[in-house]
């Protein structure tokens, strides 16, 4: 299993092994389900970086699930949002052509660039997830991004104790592909 994400899968500010990668590592072996965890998340990476990076990763690491945790780095820097879209499909392809099952993991920005961009930018997860039959955690910060006090004191990043309710986002979703893998 390869993640391929952001600072909000990179333990950014946390202490190593805090984070929801880490927690799903250990909740796949506490419920005995052999899987391995690759995470290659890079606090900054935006859907152009990962598409560049996701070649040599699949051909190096095999994966039979790739999370794909990007596209908040491309919003928050005013990224064209077309652009964005085009590096998810890319990214689901490649992953898929390399027989490899794909979790996209839905992200929400502020609304600093206006309501429009606001909510084509989210929209894009759904649209994107629908149109390649592929697997969508609809928001990961559900239930974590409204409350202020989970934040680092950056007001981007969420401290530790937000981190399991992160992994319950991603968790039925990714069970669904786990149940799945060897059909």
Do not use: C
């Amino acid at each position: 299993m390869l993640v391929l994400g952001d600072s909000l899968s990179a333990e950014y500010g946390l202490a190593r092994g805090t984070g929801w990668v880490a927690l799903l590592e250990q909740r796949l072996k506490q419920k005995n389900i052999a899987a391995s965890v690759i995470n290659a998340s890079i606090s900054g990476e935006t859907t152009s970086g990962g598409k560049t990076r996701l070649p040599a990763l699949l051909s190096k690491q095999h994966p039979d699930i790739v999370i794909i945790e990007l596209g908040g780095n491309d919003a928050l820097r005013g990224l064209a949002l077309s652009a964005s879209e085009t590096n998810f499909r890319d990214m689901i392809a490649m992953s898929k052509a390399a027989k490899a099952k794909v979790l996209l993991v839905g992200m929400q920005i502020p609304p600093n660039y206006g309501r429009d961009y606001t909510e084509k930018f989210f929209s894009i997860y759904a649209r994107v997830a629908r149109e390649t039959k592929t697997e969508l955690v609809p928001f990961l910060l559900e239930g974590v991004a409204d409350k202020p006090e989970l934040f680092q004191a950056d007001r981007i990043h969420m401290l530790a104790q937000a981190h399991p309710r992160i992994l319950d986002n991603v968790w039925p979703h990714l069970q669904t592909l786990l149940q799945n893998k060897s059909k």
